[in-house]
């Protein structure tokens, strides 16, 4: 069946991201003892993903319980470092924008999504978007896929979705879209799957 729609991942696939460095920076700024920051507040950014608690309550407690030295707006600002772009899905997406509605559906909180939304214009690009924080549930749930198919009007066998994580494709594919795993290191081979599937002529 022809594909009429694009669903992407936001995390490395629009826009990359790097944990290592803010690890880092929040470690050197925190009590001593605290060696993998993002495995001690996994509950908490679990449960900020889920959309369970705020982007207040999440930075309140995940200050304290790490021992962060700095103030709220020093966390907030590492928290979001983590992000940056990548030119080569920028004009992918801008070229299948041309043909095509497009479409985000991202395991996220309320604290990146706004600091995404004021930092990289491609997202501009999308005409709407699922976020696990607002659907209360997260990839690779088939809920959120679900959500996705009832807010965007699509039809999954006509609906292409991309992703890095194997588990969000295969939790996809199981619910009748067309898929792809997506490597940002393996940019060309994405271009020319798309090819392949008559979307990027």
């Known amino acids: 069946m022809k594909i009429e729609a694009l669903i992407f991942d936001i995390g490395n696939v629009v826009i990359l991201f790097d944990w290592q460095a803010a690890d880092g920076w929040l470690q050197a700024r925190s009590r001593n003892g605290v060696k993998f920051v993002r495995e001690e507040l996994g509950e908490l950014i679990t449960s900020l993903e889920l959309g369970e608690i705020s982007q207040g309550a999440f930075v309140t407690m995940a200050t304290r319980t790490i021992g962060f030295q700095g103030d ?22 801008r070229r299948l924008k041309a043909n095509f509605p497009l479409f985000l559906l991202s395991n996220t909180s309320e604290l990146h999504l706004e600091y995404l939304q004021r930092n990289f214009e491609i997202l501009e690009q999308f005409v709407g978007g699922v976020y696990s924080f607002r659907a209360k549930c997260a990839k690779p749930d088939q809920k959120i896929f679900q959500v996705a198919v009832k807010q965007f009007g699509v039809k999954p066998e006509s609906t292409l979705y991309l992703d890095d994580l194997a588990a969000n494709v295969c939790a996809a594919m199981d619910l009748g879209f067309r898929a792809m795993q997506y490597d940002f290191r393996e940019h060309a081979e994405f271009e020319r799957r798309l090819a392949e599937l008559g979307v990027y002529a």
Do not use: K, L, Y
Not at 74 to 79: D, V
């Open 72 to 93: 709220e707006g020093e966390f907030i600002a590492i928290w979001n470092s983590v992000f940056c772009s990548n030119p080569a899905m920028e004009r992918s997406v």
